[in-house]
Structures are given as C-alpha cells and as structure tokens.
C-alpha cells in the first residue's frame, strides 16, 4: 500500500554498508547492490534523521579467508565466539573498496558509525559484533536521542541488514526493514531465512513506496 506509512521524529533510517567492496567491481560484490543507491538517497531526503554504518576492517581480519591457510571463501569457520563465514578480503581500512558508493548521497547523515575493526571478530550487526554481547554504542546513541524505531535498508539484506533487524528488536527498537532498497548474498538459502527469521521477530518488512 503506498504512502500509508508516516514517519515521525523518532525514526531513523540507517543505511547498511553501502560501500564499493559491496556493489558490482567490488571485492564482495552483491548482485545489484549498486541499485539500491537511488532509492537510499531518496529515503535519506524523507528521514528526520539518517545513520550510516561502515564495514571497517583491519589487514588480515578474522573474517577474511585469506587469514585462514586451505580455506576459501564463502567456508564456515568456527571462531572462538561461533560460526564464522569466511569472505573475500574486503572494506579494509583507508582502501577504495571501503569507501561510500560515489553516488550515496545522505548530506544530513548525522553518524556514521564503523564496526568490524577488531581483527579478532567480525561484527554484521550495527549493535553488536558476533559474539552476540559486544555493543557498537550505536543502542545508546539512539536511545539517548529518544530514536525508537529503525528502518533498515542496503547490503547485504541476509547478513549485516538481517542482523541489526534481529538486535534492533532484541534493544527494544521498533525495526522495518525497507526489502527494495536492500539486495541478497543469499548463502544457502540465506535470504528465505532471513525473511523467516524477520516475520518471528516481529520487524516488518516493506516496500519504499509504503512510506509517505
Ligand atoms: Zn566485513
């Protein structure tokens, strides 16, 4: 249903990864993940507020296959916190591959807020890394603000999308997950799961046009 769903002061948009490494010709390309970038920018206009999260990893990162002799990308690894998918090396620090797309246009983006840059975990969600119990701050950030309900959009719908949706919902947040304005890695079904694992959890997941 277009346009039924009015924002209010107390949501934000947070705009996932939405970097070079995750679009096409980057080192972990998501298929389409550079369409989404017109849709963002034209969500980041109606937000009252806008966060940017950034991928940020040291050399050799733990999450990175090329950290593990014999193991190739796209391997499950077991990490001393829990199963860890193994990656091309990708958003290393200070690199072009970890920049914003050129073309992500957020000028009232108010945090950008970088996880993933411990080398000995990774962190897909933006409110906690994988061990589940390490906060990025960003809880406290919105909860200070008086932000109570997210709405998620960017890369990669399955991974770093799904996982702040579920830690959203587990801080208490309203969460809305913007489907159209995100794209799939889907790892062995991982998208169905995800979709499953959104509807228990109770964050709604819509279409951009739904919002007035
Ligand atoms: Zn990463």
Redesign the pocket.
């Known amino acids: 249903m277009a346009g039924t769903l009015s924002l209010t002061a107390h949501d934000v948009l947070i705009a996932v990864d939405v970097q070079n490494d995750f679009c096409p010709g980057g080192r972990l390309a998501v298929p389409g993940g550079d369409e989404i970038v017109p849709a963002i920018n034209r969500l980041a206009e109606k937000f009252p507020h806008v966060v940017l999260t950034q991928?940020w990893?040291p050399p050799a990162h733990l999450?990175f296959a090329s950290s593990h002799p014999g193991r190739k990308p796209f391997e499950t690894i077991a990490a001393p916190y829990g199963p860890q998918e193994l990656?091309p090396d990708?958003?290393v620090q200070n690199t072009p591959g970890a920049e914003f797309r050129r073309d992500l246009l957020a000028p009232r983006a108010e945090l950008i807020l970088r996880k993933?840059y411990r080398r000995e975990i990774?962190s897909y969600s933006a409110f906690y890394e994988n061990d589940h119990t390490t906060p990025t701050g960003l809880a406290g950030y919105l909860k200070e603000r008086g932000l109570t309900r997210v709405f998620l959009a960017g890369l990669a719908f399955d991974f770093c999308v799904r996982f702040s949706a579920e830690d959203a919902r587990r801080c208490g947040f309203a969460a809305v997950v913007i489907a159209d304005a995100c794209r799939g890695i889907d790892l062995d079904g991982s998208v169905a799961a995800t979709r499953r694992r959104l509807a228990e959890l109770g964050a709604a997941v819509i279409d951009a046009d739904a919002i007035a």
Do not use: E, L, V
């Open positions: 991928d990893h999450s990656w990708h958003c993933g990774d």
